[in-house]
């Protein structure tokens, strides 16, 4: 009786003609080798044709640790696993990221069946994805300005370093926060027994109209205070919204703007009221006159025997002596009234809301008193005194202009006449306390 050799039966022609027609690799090692392989394992891995593959050992399309794993665990434990990701090797060796299923055909010793896609695409864009992030992250980590993202009810989702920086906190601390905490509304109540806010608009920013900027006051950790600059963009997430913050610490610049307001306003030298404000202050004045009644008194004074001072001593002395009669001029008037420096050394004193022009002759009074103590620099001696004139409005001028002219007027009269005394640009105003008619 003969016997002839054991082959192996040849998969079904519907069956390979059904696999073709999947789009990821299939294929089916026996012992190892492959047995089949469809049309696009085939593209996959770069072969000929499928023939080309028959009977190959599939391990040799797998990366070299891949390789030694397949060949030490054995394809039956690795049919224990769901997708593997790994990295395969195309015709030419050109490695390519994929993910690897195995399953044991049932009873079918050693064979498996092998289902493979390549990833390589999606790697990619998982890895630009991640760059991106991570170059995104380094941004938002290096800019100055702080960056927070807040949802439609105000609260804190995420923040950059640089707003935890701003507010002296850690990002993590903050979020969860509601941005309004952080933000001082001028709108706040304040309730006198608890000293706790009643009620905040803040907290409800967000749903204000964005892509404009506004100022507001900051509140960080430590409880103390400061000016900022905040900016919301809307981010439409799903059917909710998000809201990016850009924050700025207006600190220095508000500083600055300070300085420069103050040096365009006040006397370097003195720190009193310049020509600009005093000019400003005196027009504000009136006006409260016109629409309330009263009177105001505009009294210029003029120093007696300062230049010599200059001459003698030098302008070092000559500035201490400025002021030093700064000062003593600020003890004469109240809190309402002004004391300017309208150059070299010419003051102007405002008096605001008198009753009778009594009450300007004992201003001038107490600036003559308090000028006579001589003023020390460096031991000398430096005596000075003042020459006052005092117009009064409505009845010495209806307007700025002429009223300090009426006390320039007047002022003159008194270095014409002996110096350090003061009088009134009316003449038939007498010195005595008298009530205006």
């Known amino acids: 009786m003969c016997s002839s050799p054991t082959t192996t039966n040849p998969r079904p022609r519907a069956d390979s003609d059904l696999l073709d027609l999947v789009s990821v690799l299939v294929c089916i090692i026996r012992g190892g080798e492959i047995e089949f392989i469809n049309r696009a394992g085939v593209r996959m891995l770069g072969l000929p044709s499928a023939e080309a593959a028959e009977g190959t050992a599939f391990v ?24 593997l990701p790994l990295r395969m090797k195309r015709s030419g060796a050109v490695l390519f990221e994929a993910e690897m299923r195995v399953r044991q055909l049932p009873d079918e010793a050693e064979t498996f069946l092998i289902e493979a896609r390549d990833i390589s695409r999606f790697v990619r864009s998982a890895e630009a994805l991640r760059e991106r992030e991570e170059r995104l992250q380094g941004v938002l980590h290096s800019v100055a300005e702080g960056i927070v993202t807040v949802d439609e009810h105000g609260a804190i989702i995420a923040a950059n370093p640089a707003f935890g920086r701003i507010f002296r906190a850690t990002p993590p601390t903050l979020i969860g926060q509601p941005l309004g905490h952080l933000l001082i509304d001028p709108d706040f109540e304040i309730d006198d027994e608890t000293g706790e806010e009643i009620e905040t608009t803040l907290p409800r920013l967000p749903l204000a109209p964005t892509g404009r900027t506004v100022e507001a006051q900051g509140r960080r950790t430590d409880g103390s ?3 900022l600059e905040l900016s919301l963009s809307e981010l439409r997430h799903g059917k909710g919204r998000l809201f990016t913050g850009i924050v700025r610490d207006i600190s220095e610049r508000k500083e600055n703007e300070d300085r420069i307001n103050r040096l365009a306003h006040h006397d370097t030298l003195t720190g009193l009221p310049n020509r600009n404000l005093l000019k400003d202050r005196i027009n504000h004045a009136l006006a409260r006159m016109r629409r309330h009644g009263g009177h105001v008194a505009v009294l210029f ?14 302008h070092e002395a000559g500035d201490a002596v400025l002021r030093e009669v700064a000062v003593r001029l600020s003890l004469c008037i109240r809190g309402s009234d002004t004391v300017s420096r309208i150059g070299g050394d010419e003051f102007v004193v405002v008096v605001e809301e008198i009753s009778r022009p009594g009450e300007a002759a004992m201003v001038a009074r107490k600036i003559l008193d308090v000028l006579t103590p001589p003023i020390v620099h460096e031991g000398h001696f430096c005596h000075v005194g003042a020459s006052i004139g005092i117009a009064v409005y409505p009845l010495d001028g209806t307007n700025m202009e002429d009223v300090c002219k009426a006390a320039d007027i007047a002022m003159y009269r008194v270095k014409n006449t002996g110096r350090n005394g003061f009088c009134f640009y009316s003449e038939d105003i ?7 008619p």
């Open 60 to 83: 040799g399309f797998l990366e070299d640790d891949y390789r030694d794993l397949a060949e030490t665990s054995g394809w039956a434990l690795l049919a224990e696993e769901d997708f």
């Open 225 to 227: 205070l400061f000016p």
């Open 301 to 314: 004074v003029d120093l007696d025997r300062f230049k010599p001072i200059n001459d003698n001593l030098g």
């Open 430 to 436: 007498p010195l005595e306390e008298i009530d205006f």
